[in-house]
Nanobody, 125 residues
């Protein structure tokens, strides 16, 4: 079992930056892939970024490429999402996720097995 806890959300102006953190615990050695998703009220959960367990492979949603960066500090057992140039439409609850069963599609939420509670990111106009 893997437990995830997001933090770092908050209120920022458009164009601003935030760094989200995901503290992982439990059987994290068995995780193949780490991911970030976001969900706005009344909408589905959308893929943001993913990171392979080795830290060498990354994958990003088209809308965030060039602005967001996913990374992991293995010593701290923490996954990060650096978000730059934030846009109002990116206001959402951001979730950290872990894939323990090696899902084929990095961008599909159903492929991930564990989820954090989410952290709110609000981008003002």
């Amino acid at each position: 079992q893997v437990q995830l806890a997001e933090s770092g959300g908050g209120l920022v102006q458009a164009g601003g930056s935030l760094r989200l953190s995901c503290a992982a615990s439990g059987r994290t050695f068995s995780v193949y892939r780490w991911g970030w998703f976001r969900q706005a009220p009344g909408k589905g959960r959308l893929f943001v970024a993913a990171l392979g367990r080795s830290g060498g492979a990354t994958y990003y949603g088209d809308s965030v490429k060039g602005r967001f960066t996913i990374s992991r500090d293995s010593a701290l057992n923490t996954v990060y999402l650096q978000m730059n140039g934030l846009k109002p439409e990116e206001t959402a609850v951001y979730y950290c996720a872990a894939d323990q069963t090696y899902g084929a599609n990095w961008s599909m939420d159903v492929e991930y097995d564990y989820w954090g509670q989410g952290t709110q990111v609000t981008v003002s106009s």
